[in-house]
């Protein structure tokens, strides 16, 4: 890879502002001045330094976040404010890319990552990756609920959901559920409620696979997904 680009790849600036890195001396390969931002290097084979710093290449970034309502599951958007929109640059420069779609007024567990690979296997209809929502419902949520749930139902546009597992935390005026269902349809969670005359009225999400939403992370914030927790992933396909 060109000295350039992975320099820009991994947030030292434009390929401009590289090149002014370049010429000021301030990177050396092996220990070595380089000022051509021509040069080839292979990040896994050899030490990049800026300032004697080492840079640590990757190719890949995986990233959970608490998605905040009111911000669109998107890379880019000319009216709303997307979730890439929150990354810092250091993030951003990898250019990840929401995994799946939450609605804009939906919280919770939201990956980002440009591992395009990873990405078409949590989202493949064939892999069945389970997802739970936890809901609040505008009436109460009974047995037959669940039971329709457990057989799928049929939506507004005619599709029969595949069975969904209903947990019914509280019911009354109004109910509190976990759902976990193992597609994602348009708006499925609220159409599935709609399905038996019931409205969401707040939802989120808290896991996508085997990886749960960590507690820690305040509503749109975001940390890298460490070692185990990317095998975690990756054992879901």
Request: glycine share 8%; proline share 4%.
């Amino acid at each position: 890879m060109r000295i350039d680009k992975l320099l820009a790849n991994v947030g030292y600036g434009s390929r401009k502002e590289v090149k002014g890195l370049l010429k000021s001396g301030a990177i050396k390969v092996d220990g070595e001045r380089v000022k051509d931002a021509k040069q080839h290097v292979d990040p896994n084979q050899q030490q990049v330094t800026v300032y004697d710093e080492v840079v640590v290449y990757k190719e890949f970034v995986y990233l959970m976040m608490n998605k905040p309502p009111g911000v669109i599951s998107a890379t880019e958007d000319h009216q709303h404010q997307t979730v890439v929109d929150l990354l810092e640059i250091e993030d951003a420069v990898f250019q990840p890319f929401p995994v799946g779609r939450l609605d804009k007024d939906t919280e919770g567990f939201l990956l980002l990552t440009n591992d395009g690979q990873l990405s078409h296997q949590l989202l493949s209809p064939k892999k069945h990756v389970p997802k739970t929502y936890y809901a609040t419902i505008n009436a109460p949520v009974t047995e037959e609920d669940q039971k329709a749930f457990a057989k799928g139902v049929t939506l507004d546009d005619g599709y029969l959901t595949k069975p969904a597992e209903l947990t019914i935390l509280a019911s009354g005026d109004t109910s509190e559920i976990e759902l976990t269902i193992v597609e994602g349809k348009f708006h499925q969670v609220k159409r599935m409620f709609e399905s038996v005359g019931k409205k969401v009225t707040y939802l989120k999400r808290l896991s996508m696979g085997s990886l749960q939403l960590d507690p820690d992370l305040e509503l749109g914030e975001y940390r890298e997904l460490d070692e185990e927790e990317i095998e975690l992933l990756k054992g879901n396909n």
